[in-house]
C-alpha cells in the first residue's frame, strides 16, 4: 500500500488552513506532512475520473523506523484502527498482519510520520490468521479503547479483543478471545455506534465460509447483542434468515428486498464452532458465499442502520456452485429502528452479470456517508477474470458503481518487476486490498484514508518472522498508502 504517486504533489505536502480566512470556520490541521517518507512508490493508482486523488506511502515493510530500525512492517496489511495518541502528540496505528496471524502497533509523530513499531499480538497468540478488524472507541461504540481482531483459519476461529495498551510482552497471550461472540471463519467485528440502540453493544460479524457437505450452513452473518453496554462475554449471538425461511443466496434478487430476522444461537459461547454451523442451519439462516467484511454507514442514526457486507463468491473448476454468487455480491441490512432483531436485505452490487468485466471478489468494505467503497480480492484467479483488483466506488444515492482505484502492476517495466515481482507472477488480479479506514477526523484533515495492500509477488528474506514468533515462512511485503479528496 504506499506511496505518493504525482512528483509534482510533493510541493504541496503541508497542508495550510481550509475554507479560506475565516477563523470562525474549520481548521485543516497544518502539522500534518503528506511528504512520502519510504523509498517506495504507491502500488496504486486512481482510474479516469478520479485524476484528483493524492496518493502517497505511509509505510512499507521495506522501511526503516528510526525508534526501533528493527521492526518490519509484516505481510499482508489488513484490518486497521488509528487514534490519536493519548501520551502525545502523535498518532497510533493497529494492523493486522493477516498471514503473520500478528497486530503490529505503530507509533506516528504529529507530522504523521511513522517513527517507531512493535507487535502487540505475534502469530503464537493471533491463533489463526486475522483478517479485517474494528478499532472500538468510548467515543463512537461507547466502550474501548480495544481492537477487534477476527480470526479466520476454520469455523473453530474466534474474535480477539486486544487491549490497544498491552504491552509487548503479552504478544503471545492466546487467552484474549471472546467466546461469546462464537465461533467461525470469521472476517471481522464490527460494533454499531452508541447511539443506535441505547444501552446495548450490537456487534455484526462476517463468516468467510463458502458452502460445502463439511460445512453446510456456508457463510452467515452473524450479530452479537448484549444489554451491557461494552459487554463482550454475556450477551446473546444470532444469525440472519429470510422471513419465509428461504436459504438461498442467489434468490435474493436485485432492485428487490426481503424481510429478515435473527434467530439465536442459544449458549454459543459454549459450543464448537462444528456444533454453532449445524445449528445455524438447522434455524433456516441464509446460506451466503464467504461474507468476508461488513460495515456500517456513517452520518445520522438512521444511516447507521444500514449494514452493507460483502458475499466474496465461490467457483468449483472456474464455474458456479448452484445457489451460491461466483463473482461476488454486496448487501445491505436495514435494521430495525426499535429492535435490532428485525430488518430486511437488498442486493446493492453484483458481478455475476458482468463475469470477468465489472466486479471480482469483493472482499473489503469502507462505508461514508454517501459512498460504499469495496475492494476486490481478485486472487481467487477466474480465468474469465479481465482486470486487476480494483476498489469501486457505489454511490448510495445513484446507485452508480465505478472503479475507483487500480493496482499498479507495470508488467512491461522490468526494472519494476524485478523490485515487486520476484515470485515471476503475471496472473491478473494477483495483488489485494485490506482494510480501507477513513481517517479524516482523527488527523484533522478532510476526505483522508489509509488503504492497505498486499503485494503477494514483492518478497525478501528481509521481511521474514516480522513478528519475532519464528510461527510462518512467509516472506511477502505489505505496504499503506494515504489517499486524499477521497469523496465521502
Same mark, same amino acid.
Given at each position: 500500500?504506499?506511496?505518493?504517486?504525482?512528483?509534482?504533489?510533493?510541493?504541496?505536502?503541508?497542508?495550510?488552513?481550509?475554507?479560506?480566512?475565516?477563523?470562525?470556520?474549520?481548521?485543516?490541521?497544518?502539522?500534518?506532512?503528506?511528504?512520502?517518507?519510504?523509498?517506495?512508490?504507491?502500488?496504486?493508482?486512481?482510474?479516469?475520473?478520479?485524476?484528483?486523488?493524492?496518493?502517497?506511502?505511509?509505510?512499507?515493510?521495506?522501511?526503516?523506523?528510526?525508534?526501533?530500525?528493527?521492526?518490519?512492517?509484516?505481510?499482508?496489511?489488513?484490518?486497521?484502527?488509528?487514534?490519536?495518541?493519548?501520551?502525545?502528540?502523535?498518532?497510533?496505528?493497529?494492523?493486522?498482519?493477516?498471514?503473520?496471524?500478528?497486530?503490529?502497533?505503530?507509533?506516528?509523530?504529529?507530522?504523521?510520520?511513522?517513527?517507531?513499531?512493535?507487535?502487540?499480538?505475534?502469530?503464537?497468540?493471533?491463533?489463526?490468521?486475522?483478517?479485517?478488524?474494528?478499532?472500538?472507541?468510548?467515543?463512537?461504540?461507547?466502550?474501548?479503547?480495544?481492537? $477487534? !481482531?477476527?480470526?479466520?483459519?476454520?469455523?473453530?476461529?474466534?474474535?480477539? +479483543?486486544?487491549?490497544? &495498551? %498491552?504491552? @509487548?510482552? =503479552?504478544?503471545?497471550?492466546?487467552?484474549?478471545?471472546?467466546?461469546?461472540?462464537?465461533?467461525?471463519?470469521?472476517?471481522?467485528?464490527?460494533?454499531?455506534?452508541?447511539?443506535?440502540?441505547?444501552?446495548?453493544?450490537?456487534?455484526?460479524?462476517?463468516?468467510?465460509?463458502?458452502?460445502?457437505?463439511?460445512?453446510?450452513?456456508?457463510?452467515?452473518?452473524?450479530?452479537?447483542?448484549?444489554?451491557?453496554?461494552?459487554?463482550?462475554?454475556?450477551?446473546?449471538?444470532?444469525?440472519?434468515?429470510?422471513?419465509?425461511?428461504?436459504?438461498?443466496?442467489?434468490?435474493?434478487?436485485?432492485?428487490?428486498?426481503?424481510?429478515?430476522?435473527?434467530?439465536?444461537?442459544?449458549?454459543?459461547?459454549? $459450543? !464448537?464452532?462444528?456444533?454453532?454451523?449445524?445449528?445455524?442451519?438447522?434455524? +433456516?439462516?441464509?446460506? &451466503? %458465499?464467504? @461474507?468476508? =467484511?461488513?460495515?456500517?454507514?456513517?452520518?445520522?442514526?438512521?444511516?447507521?442502520?444500514?449494514?452493507?457486507?460483502?458475499?466474496?463468491?465461490?467457483?468449483?473448476?472456474?464455474?458456479?456452485?448452484?445457489?451460491?454468487?461466483?463473482?461476488?455480491?454486496?448487501?445491505?441490512?436495514?435494521?430495525?429502528?426499535?429492535?435490532?432483531?428485525?430488518?430486511?436485505?437488498?442486493?446493492?452490487?453484483?458481478?455475476?452479470?458482468?463475469?470477468?468485466?465489472?466486479?471480482?471478489?469483493?472482499?473489503?468494505?469502507?462505508?461514508?456517508?454517501?459512498?460504499?467503497?469495496?475492494?476486490?480480492?481478485?486472487?481467487?484467479?477466474?480465468?474469465?477474470?479481465?482486470?486487476?483488483?480494483?476498489?469501486?466506488?457505489?454511490?448510495?444515492?445513484?446507485?452508480?458503481?465505478?472503479?475507483?482505484?487500480?493496482?499498479?502492476?507495470?508488467?512491461?517495466?522490468?526494472?519494476?518487476?524485478?523490485?515487486?515481482?520476484?515470485?515471476?507472477?503475471?496472473?491478473?488480479?494477483?495483488?489485494?486490498?485490506?482494510?480501507?479506514?477513513?481517517?479524516?477526523?482523527?488527523?484533522?484533515?478532510?476526505?483522508?484514508?489509509?488503504?492497505?495492500?498486499?503485494?503477494?509477488?514483492?518478497?525478501?528474506?528481509?521481511?521474514?518472522?516480522?513478528?519475532?514468533?519464528?510461527?510462518?515462512?512467509?516472506?511477502?511485503?505489505?505496504?499503506?498508502?494515504?489517499?486524499?479528496?477521497?469523496?465521502?
Amino acid at each position: 500500500m504506499r506511496k505518493t504517486i504525482l512528483a509534482s504533489l510533493a510541493v504541496s505536502a503541508v497542508l495550510a488552513v481550509s475554507c479560506g480566512d475565516d477563523d470562525s470556520g474549520p481548521k485543516v490541521n497544518n502539522k500534518i506532512n503528506f511528504t512520502t517518507n519510504s523509498d517506495i512508490p504507491p502500488l496504486v493508482y486512481g482510474m479516469t475520473g478520479f485524476e484528483n486523488l493524492e496518493i502517497s506511502t505511509l509505510i512499507t515493510s521495506a522501511d526503516d523506523l528510526s525508534q526501533s530500525p528493527s521492526f518490519v512492517y509484516g505481510a499482508q496489511p489488513d484490518g486497521q484502527g488509528l487514534m490519536k495518541d493519548p501520551s502525545g502528540k502523535g498518532y497510533i496505528m493497529f494492523t493486522n498482519h493477516e498471514i503473520l496471524k500478528s497486530v503490529s502497533r505503530v507509533y506516528l509523530d504529529e507530522t504523521f510520520k511513522p517513527v517507531k513499531g512493535e507487535y502487540i499480538v505475534d502469530g503464537i497468540g493471533g491463533l489463526t490468521r486475522l483478517c479485517s478488524a474494528t478499532l472500538a472507541t468510548p467515543e463512537i461504540h461507547g466502550f474501548g479503547p480495544i481492537f $477487534l !481482531t477476527a480470526g479466520e483459519s476454520g469455523e473453530e476461529s474466534m474474535v480477539h +479483543g486486544i487491549d490497544v &495498551f %498491552s504491552p @509487548v510482552s =503479552d504478544k503471545s497471550r492466546t487467552d484474549r478471545v471472546l467466546p461469546a461472540l462464537g465461533k467461525a471463519s470469521m472476517e471481522n467485528a464490527v460494533p454499531l455506534p452508541k447511539n443506535v440502540y441505547p444501552g446495548k453493544t450490537v456487534i455484526l460479524i462476517g463468516e468467510d465460509q463458502s458452502y460445502g457437505t463439511a460445512h453446510v450452513s456456508a457463510g452467515q452473518l452473524i450479530m452479537y447483542v448484549s444489554n451491557t453496554v461494552g459487554d463482550l462475554q454475556n450477551g446473546k449471538l444470532y444469525v440472519l434468515k429470510r422471513n419465509d425461511g428461504n436459504q438461498v443466496e442467489m434468490n435474493i434478487a436485485l432492485n428487490n428486498s426481503y424481510p429478515v430476522s435473527w434467530v439465536e444461537i442459544p449458549n454459543a459461547a459454549s $459450543l !464448537t464452532g462444528a456444533v454453532i454451523n449445524t445449528t445455524a442451519n438447522n434455524l +433456516g439462516a441464509i446460506r &451466503f %458465499s464467504r @461474507v468476508e =467484511d461488513v460495515d456500517y454507514r456513517k452520518g445520522s442514526k438512521a444511516n447507521n442502520r444500514e449494514v452493507y457486507f460483502t458475499a466474496t463468491g465461490q467457483a468449483t473448476n472456474n464455474q458456479p456452485v448452484e445457489g451460491y454468487t461466483m463473482w461476488g455480491r454486496v448487501y445491505r441490512l436495514k435494521m430495525d429502528a426499535n429492535d435490532p432483531l428485525k430488518g430486511s436485505i437488498e442486493v446493492i452490487a453484483e458481478g455475476d452479470s458482468t463475469p470477468g468485466t465489472g466486479m471480482i471478489n469483493p472482499d473489503n468494505l469502507c462505508v461514508t456517508d454517501n459512498f460504499v467503497y469495496i475492494q476486490e480480492d481478485g486472487d481467487s484467479y477466474y480465468q474469465a477474470a479481465q482486470h486487476d483488483s480494483y476498489i469501486w466506488q457505489y454511490d448510495i444515492r445513484s446507485k452508480a458503481l465505478k472503479p475507483w482505484l487500480n493496482m499498479n502492476h507495470k508488467r512491461n517495466d522490468a526494472a519494476w518487476n524485478g523490485q515487486f515481482n520476484q515470485s515471476g507472477e503475471m496472473r491478473l488480479g494477483s495483488w489485494e486490498y485490506g482494510a480501507m479506514i477513513d481517517i479524516s477526523d482523527i488527523i484533522g484533515v478532510p476526505d483522508t484514508f489509509l488503504v492497505n495492500i498486499h503485494p503477494h509477488t514483492w518478497q525478501s528474506d528481509a521481511f521474514l518472522n516480522a513478528d519475532g514468533s519464528g510461527t510462518n515462512t512467509n516472506k511477502e511485503a505489505g505496504q499503506t498508502v494515504i489517499i486524499r479528496n477521497v469523496q465521502r
